[in-house]
């Protein structure tokens, strides 16, 4: 009895997991945790359309969702002003991230990321044998210019950006990305992630030209429409590179009610823009926060905020820990120098003031 | 702007849809349609426990879902007497196959399965670059012994056998399976697809120790339970193989609510109970309508009959268009001798009635 004759590719892959999930740490704890502010989640949560919606879809659960994602797909294209065949919905960016680098990348292949930056970018990369190239953060900013230099350097075919930045918060003009797509070298694409892109600026997203073949833009309804759970993503790019992805997708992988959720949620423009507005306010709140106890929150685009706790990593991972021990889930960068910050997800003031409270008595426990 | 440089395994591929949706096909007739009768699906619905667990979690859908599907996982294990190390959860049993064949197969590995089996099965095979072998179906039956053999010809490292069948609704005893373990050739796994199996009779599921590395089985709660459209199923397997979908796998790729609906639809026996009993009265209709025109219902163990129409796979598409133009969404086996036959999902007596009401119509215009 041999048993599976697994591929080389997987069995040179660890058995990693990219983020250890808070359930699975409140089950270790034995305590749940009082204020769930680590996953850049949006508690402010979906539109109650939107939970209408996938409480109706609920009894309909017996169907099977639309593999075209029809409705979702063409209400998307109104949307962006793009057609429909621009458009490619997926079981989150997660998801759709990991069809891109099936469809690109096979051993050896060349990848480029931002040393620290999405994990689960470069774990994929890895399950399909890539190879990955890192260039470092320049200040606290994802560095485009040098991205595509090394990208040039290594041959890669697919270079990935995330703008507003995960895990900093970070972010630049969308029209100094679209001025920057020149220097893309022949043969690679940019994957321009945009996930926390509707919580950012006016002219944060990248007017680029759909028909560009160059750049993929991935979009979710995790972040700024609050349903992570839900697992709806979108990439937006050219038809014939979309056409692509209905290669090797998994035609029936959407989940019904969540095709539903998402065309509510889309539809509530008025819930989006409350949302914005109770993000900023959170932000200001995690930043004063920061500021009552000496520490600096770097400005953010996003739900969360990198909060720079003034040392080293071992410094932020001990104010982590005391945080996590004291029932308040949040996470941290991973790689130096980033990872001198802790990262808070936005929230509602009840659990802002659960960190505040936790926050001090770490702080003065550390001395 | 030379773009995407697609692998040369993904520029080979088609971009193959596994099935056209009924949506897609009622947006292209311009009506919707009277009976859903062809998708397999359970018409008769979840657990109204289940329906009220994922109504209950959408206003918690912005929360991400825990990765390790941990409440489902330990309640699937208690339920089949394994341990938790035993089971995988995905995105219902396509997502998982996708996962088993990238597991396993790389470009030229030999595959083997049955000619007009599971098409979805196939499209991951070819996704990943793997050689299908096919046998023909004995009678109306996978034909186990001959997979085997097959597979030992052409030293395939994975072989795909379900039961109960789709398209045919035909089963074997789980007991006759475990006899023939033993012809399983060195380095080649069994998936053995037991997708309708809560829909069988007793004996139908095949005991397999589950520490047989030989061995993977699937199941989902897309038929007994009535969730096609939720997308949760669930491996079966020797702790070390299923250990391994770890390292490719969607760690935050399921939906929360769908997690909780799954959950409380394993823990209400009662309506599975109820469920069994309403397919096994609707295959006793659909029996009885075919033979009022003189056409001969197969024997089934799922919630779908085929019915042998007596001609051959072009008289049987014109009954199927026929029933498709009057209102009632059926699809029929792709491969000869298997497509004389249409294929019925089990249903309440309306929709029967609908479908009964059509096909006489179909069966009188045809002459």
């Given at each position: 009895m041999t048993g599976p004759r697994f591929t080389k590719l997987a069995q040179s892959?660890?058995?990693?997991?990219p983020f250890v999930g808070p359930e699975a740490q409140e089950r270790n704890m034995g305590r749940a945790f009082d204020a769930r502010l680590g996953a850049n989640e949006n508690i402010f949560g979906p539109s109650p359309k939107a939970i209408a919606a996938m409480q109706s879809a609920a009894s309909d659960i017996w169907m099977y969702g639309d593999p075209e994602s029809h409705d979702l797909r063409h209400a998307l294209a109104d949307f962006h002003a793009v057609?429909?065949?621009n458009i490619v919905v997926g079981e989150g960016i997660d998801g759709l991230l990991g069809y891109l680098v099936r469809l690109l990348i096979e051993t050896g292949d060349s990848v480029v990321t931002s040393l620290g930056a999405y994990p689960t970018f470069n774990y994929h990369v890895a399950g399909f044998g890539g190879a990955l190239h890192t260039v470092p953060y320049h200040g606290d900013s994802e560095d485009l210019p040098a991205l595509l230099s090394k990208a040039a350097e290594v041959d890669a075919k697919l270079v990935y950006f995330a703008n507003p930045d995960n895990p900093m918060g970070s972010w630049c003009k969308g029209a100094d990305i679209v001025a920057q797509l020149?220097?893309?070298?022949?043969g690679c694409v940019l994957v321009l992630d945009e996930a926390y892109v509707e919580l950012a600026?006016?002219?944060?997203?990248a007017p680029v030209s759909i028909d560009d073949p160059r750049v993929i833009r991935m979009r979710t309804f995790s972040k700024g429409y609050g349903m992570?759970?839900?697992?709806v993503g979108y990439a937006l790019g050219q038809a014939d590179f979309i056409r692509a992805f209905e290669k090797i997708r998994n035609h029936f992988g959407m989940n019904r009610a969540a095709q539903a959720g998402a065309l509510a949620a889309l539809q509530d423009a008025n819930w989006l823009q409350e949302t914005r507005a109770k993000v900023a306010a959170a932000r200001d709140t995690i930043t004063d926060i920061a500021a009552k106890y000496g520490l600096t929150a770097l400005h953010s685009a996003t739900n969360f905020v990198a909060i720079d706790c003034g040392r080293d990593g071992a410094y932020a991972k001990a104010i982590l820990d005391g945080l996590v021990a004291r029932g308040v889930f949040v996470r941290m960068p991973f790689v130096a120098p980033q990872n001198r910050c802790i990262r808070i997800s936005c929230g509602p003031e009840h659990e802002l003031a659960l960190f505040d409270a936790a926050l001090e008595e770490v702080l003065a426990e550390l001395g």
């Amino acid at each position: 009895m041999t048993g599976p004759r697994f591929t080389k590719l997987a069995q040179s892959l660890p058995a990693t997991v990219p983020f250890v999930g808070p359930e699975a740490q409140e089950r270790n704890m034995g305590r749940a945790f009082d204020a769930r502010l680590g996953a850049n989640e949006n508690i402010f949560g979906p539109s109650p359309k939107a939970i209408a919606a996938m409480q109706s879809a609920a009894s309909d659960i017996w169907m099977y969702g639309d593999p075209e994602s029809h409705d979702l797909r063409h209400a998307l294209a109104d949307f962006h002003a793009v057609a429909p065949e621009n458009i490619v919905v997926g079981e989150g960016i997660d998801g759709l991230l990991g069809y891109l680098v099936r469809l690109l990348i096979e051993t050896g292949d060349s990848v480029v990321t931002s040393l620290g930056a999405y994990p689960t970018f470069n774990y994929h990369v890895a399950g399909f044998g890539g190879a990955l190239h890192t260039v470092p953060y320049h200040g606290d900013s994802e560095d485009l210019p040098a991205l595509l230099s090394k990208a040039a350097e290594v041959d890669a075919k697919l270079v990935y950006f995330a703008n507003p930045d995960n895990p900093m918060g970070s972010w630049c003009k969308g029209a100094d990305i679209v001025a920057q797509l020149d220097a893309i070298p022949e043969g690679c694409v940019l994957v321009l992630d945009e996930a926390y892109v509707e919580l950012a600026p006016e002219g944060t997203a990248a007017p680029v030209s759909i028909d560009d073949p160059r750049v993929i833009r991935m979009r979710t309804f995790s972040k700024g429409y609050g349903m992570a759970g839900a697992r709806v993503g979108y990439a937006l790019g050219q038809a014939d590179f979309i056409r692509a992805f209905e290669k090797i997708r998994n035609h029936f992988g959407m989940n019904r009610a969540a095709q539903a959720g998402a065309l509510a949620a889309l539809q509530d423009a008025n819930w989006l823009q409350e949302t914005r507005a109770k993000v900023a306010a959170a932000r200001d709140t995690i930043t004063d926060i920061a500021a009552k106890y000496g520490l600096t929150a770097l400005h953010s685009a996003t739900n969360f905020v990198a909060i720079d706790c003034g040392r080293d990593g071992a410094y932020a991972k001990a104010i982590l820990d005391g945080l996590v021990a004291r029932g308040v889930f949040v996470r941290m960068p991973f790689v130096a120098p980033q990872n001198r910050c802790i990262r808070i997800s936005c929230g509602p003031e009840h659990e802002l003031a659960l960190f505040d409270a936790a926050l001090e008595e770490v702080l003065a426990e550390l001395g």
